[in-house]
């Protein structure tokens, strides 16, 4: 047996054992992605009845639907007052105790409450941590960052299997032979299709990283300080509880390190109803900026202290923080996107075309294609595996041989581990179970397929 065809054979076992782990999850991130790809028309259709108001006369102060909204919802503090959408959209005020927040939909004519909303209950909310979370915190969220890192391992090893040795021109590598019998056509369409979107994929799998609890939250954060000298701040958030996190990152008088001792943490008390009146001077001040909605606009706890109007939009380069000044409504600092350290602005420009909201309709449509031909590639793959198992085993590809540990193939591994550090550990811990447990044991060792004295039964090496 020559070595490419071990080494092709020892990729190809690697390629199985990271699909057998990272398949559910792959099907399980892009149907809930796809879903999240379209937030914004998603939110807006469930708001549809809150934006379209039969509103006759003079709309209410400010001030006045924010007493409506606390007063709907005893206990609470006023956090942020969201701009409306028009001139028939209902007022939309968040109001919280401690980490609960409840967005409080207020009639701008009359001041009847039309509807008391968790904002952890919404929809969107909670589809967000089904899919970065499982439900699960950061718990759930490891779990996501392990399952990513070995799709990336999968897309890698997928790559070698795919690249052209013996082809009938672009047949099988560029287009799917129909003609040819169903186990060319089922490998050529997982195969075909991978190629096709393995950019956007690695794309999405490494845009993703950022948001998980350990990659985001411990990991980069270690190398962004060890490389600065100093503790860092980064301007998005990670793990447990990351949508709370999200909003409270979002008001906060800071970003990314910069301090204006003037201006406090938002989402405190305010001492008493009076203070609501400067929301009625800084309203019209904040739609006259025309920043990318939504746009919030946010109380301080400090007599005369500088409120907060951000743009909390998903396309996160068109992202601005404002601080004006209660009484005259002059700025008193502006934030824009461009301030943020270079790396913040690598991670939420990469998170905003994650989500489908960098250029709009196209963005979306771009990811749902990829999406889609993941879930592809997953059904692909199940099928594939189905037909070619053996009864009364895995049917995971049998080792023929040691392969040789090139240089370029050192030199990949390091670097994933590098990058990936819990795929790195995993399969430290998978190697060491396998050679010192797994293969011990007659009937798993057989079951797995980790003998080498089976590979004679086993289909011979082929390019794909």
Not at 325 to 331: H, L, N, Q, V
């Amino acid at each position: 047996m020559t070595q490419s065809a071990i080494t092709y054979r020892t990729i190809w076992r690697w390629h199985f054992y990271a699909g057998l782990f990272s398949i559910p999850f792959i099907l399980w991130l892009s149907v809930t992605g796809s879903i999240y790809l379209f937030r914004p028309q998603i939110e807006r259709l469930l708001d549809w009845r809150y934006d379209h108001l039969a509103i006759q006369g003079a709309r209410a102060t400010p001030a006045a639907e924010v007493e409506a909204a606390l007063h709907a919802v005893p206990g609470t503090n006023f956090h942020y007052f969201e701009l409306p959408r028009d001139r028939n959209s209902a007022a939309q005020v968040v109001v919280g105790r401690e980490k609960k927040e409840y967005r409080v939909y207020v009639d701008p004519a009359t001041l009847h409450i039309l509807k008391v909303g968790d904002e952890d209950s919404r929809p969107m909310e909670v589809l967000f941590y089904l899919h970065g979370e499982l439900l699960l915190g950061d718990r759930g969220s490891n779990i996501i960052e392990l399952a990513a890192s070995w799709a990336v391992v999968l897309l890698i090893t997928g790559i070698y299997l795919w690249w052209p040795r013996q082809t009938e021109r672009l047949a099988g590598v560029l287009y799917v032979r129909l003609h040819r019998g169903s186990r060319i056509f089922w490998r050529d369409l997982h195969a075909v299709t991978g190629i096709l979107i393995s950019a956007y994929a690695f794309f999405i799998l490494f845009t993703g990283l950022p948001w998980a609890s350990f990659w985001g939250g411990q990991y980069l954060l270690a190398v962004r300080t060890f490389a600065a000298s100093h503790l860092v701040h980064q301007a998005w958030s990670t793990g447990e509880n990351s949508a709370l996190q999200r909003r409270e990152a979002s008001d906060a008088s800071a970003m990314a390190g910069m301090q204006m001792p003037s201006v406090p943490a938002a989402h405190r008390a305010l001492p008493r109803a009076g203070d609501f009146d400067p929301l009625n001077r800084l309203l019209p001040e904040a739609e006259s900026f025309h920043l990318a909605p939504p746009v919030r606009i946010a109380p301080t706890d400090q007599a005369g202290g500088a409120w907060s109007v951000r743009s909390d939009s998903q396309d996160r380069p068109l992202r601005t923080t404002l601080y004006l000044d209660p009484t005259s409504g002059a700025i008193v600092m502006r934030e824009p996107f461009s301030q943020l350290p270079l790396v913040d602005r690598i991670v939420d420009t990469g998170v905003a075309m994650h989500e489908g909201q960098l250029f709009g309709l196209p963005n979306q449509l771009l990811g749902l294609a990829t999406a889609l031909g993941l879930i592809t590639m997953c059904i692909s793959a199940i099928v594939m595996w189905w037909r070619r198992r053996a009864d009364g085993v895995l049917g995971a590809p049998l080792p023929i041989g040691k392969p040789r540990w090139s240089f370029t193939l050192v030199a990949a591994i390091v670097a994933l581990a590098i990058y990936l550090p819990a795929m790195a550990v995993s399969l430290l811990v998978v190697l060491l179970t396998e050679k010192f447990v797994l293969s011990r044991i007659p009937s798993v060792n057989r079951w797995l397929g980790l003998s080498a004295a089976q590979a004679a039964r086993s289909p011979a090496p082929s390019a794909p």
